[in-house]
């Protein structure tokens, strides 16, 4: 395999060009029959998109998640002294599973994965279902409205408050260093996001900080006593509790984009849309194919911690790699006819949640909310139509999902 032959890709004003944002699909396609895997010489960044490629990667133990390690990143001396609010910005951030690497990243881990596991997220249900029910009755009928503000944005932030009994009055401020922290991941932020995470990062700490002492002896508060146990026994310091916690809170942003995406994607597509009325049993194949259609999030990260050999390719130690999700989940070697949308497909290998060691810990509830909410609308619902332009976000790189989704109810 070469490496990216002229002409070269300007992946960065690409990457943040709104019309790629809201599309990425055409651009993607064109540079992935150049080839599964690219290197961006300016930067060092390899970029993957073949699903084969992506696949060996996430599951080889030279791949990692640790930042730190990254040649040209924010951890280096020179960086520190180049952009010293980045460094002060990751280095509160870092602690955390999602950026470790093992054993660090099993230590943590293994702290929440017990609650997490399939067999424990089917008897939230009945709460899941209560929140969707609650907000579909809120719904107008017959008069457009945003389904983003109005239903996407509440239900997984109602669900993970409740999870962690935290009170309904503190939405607004969830909402708001939700919408702060997201933007870490875009690995180009401006000063003004950085130093907005900073202060969202901050508070955040601060309020768990406060909530796990008044947790302590509430044993109906499973996640928390988890996260007080793990501290007290020194399984975790203060800081790592800080940051697990605040990224199990935070991490509901990407089931809104499912939601946002897939409705879009159902009523863009009317003859699937019926079809999964007329046979609800297709709903969690439908899932997967809206996850792989139109993919949450725009890329996943990872750090070489040792030479990494794919297809005669080495993606040395250090380099940064970015797994182009898009572009991986329309992979024609992997999925036939892979540019369609069929709520049917089966198998479908869709990999928004990541792969390996690093698979998302909240996917079985991602699921099950995505579940619940699209069969709550279906049912009450038998009118879904657009009622407008769907606007998607474009201040953001790797959360692909939808500002506004202007829509019409009725029954």
Not at 93 to 104: G, I
Not at 143 to 158: Q, V, Y
Request: charged share 25%.
């Amino acid at each position: 395999m070469s490496e990216l032959a002229a002409p070269a890709i300007d992946w960065w004003t690409m990457l943040t060009d709104p019309d790629y944002l809201a599309n990425p699909h055409p651009d993607l396609k064109r540079i992935r029959e150049m080839g599964p895997v690219h290197l961006d010489e300016p930067s060092g960044i390899y970029f993957v998109l073949g699903h084969e490629a992506f696949s060996a990667m996430v599951r080889a133990p030279q791949m990692g998640r640790d930042t730190r390690l990254w040649t040209n990143g924010w951890s280096r001396p020179e960086s520190k002294a180049r952009d010293p609010l980045s460094f002060e910005l990751f280095s509160e951030f870092q602690r955390q599973m999602v950026n470790s690497d093992p054993p660090d990243h099993r230590r943590m881990r293994d702290v929440y994965e017990k609650a997490f596991r399939p067999a424990e997220i089917p008897p939230l249900r009945p709460m899941i279902e209560a929140e969707a029910r609650r907000l579909a009755d809120s719904l107008p009928e017959g008069e457009p409205f945003d389904f983003m503000t109005a239903f996407a944005n509440h239900l997984p932030l109602r669900v993970v408050r409740n999870l962690f009994q935290i009170s309904p009055d503190m939405d607004p401020e969830l909402a708001r260093w939700n919408a702060a922290l997201v933007k870490i991941g875009d690995i180009m932020m401006s000063r003004e996001q950085k130093l907005e995470a900073l202060e969202a990062l901050r508070a955040y700490k601060s309020f768990l900080r406060g909530h796990l002492e008044t947790q302590r002896g509430n044993a109906d508060n499973k996640l928390m006593m988890l996260a007080l146990e793990a501290l007290d026994y020194g399984t975790m310091d203060e800081d790592e509790t800080l940051n697990n916690l605040k990224g199990l809170i935070s991490g509901n942003e990407t089931t809104v984009n499912v939601l946002g995406n897939g409705l879009l994607t159902l009523i863009r597509n009317p003859g699937q849309l019926q079809c999964l009325r007329d046979n609800p049993d297709l709903m969690r194949t439908a899932i997967e194919e809206i996850m792989r259609h139109e993919p949450a999030i725009n890329f996943i990260l990872r750090v070489a911690i040792e030479d990494f050999e794919y297809g005669g390719m080495i993606i040395p130690a250090g380099s940064l790699v970015l797994a182009l999700i898009c572009a991986i989940n329309r992979d024609p070697a992997r999925f036939e006819n892979a540019e369609s949308f069929d709520i049917a497909r089966r198998p479908n290998a869709q990999i928004i949640f990541g792969g390996g060691p690093h698979v998302c810990i909240g996917a079985s509830l991602a699921r099950l909310e995505v579940e619940v909410a699209l069969s709550v609308l279906l049912e009450r619902f038998s009118r879904i139509e657009l009622a407008g332009d769907p606007v998607w976000w474009t201040d953001r790189t790797n959360q692909r999902g939808l500002e506004s989704l202007p829509v019409m109810f009725g029954r």
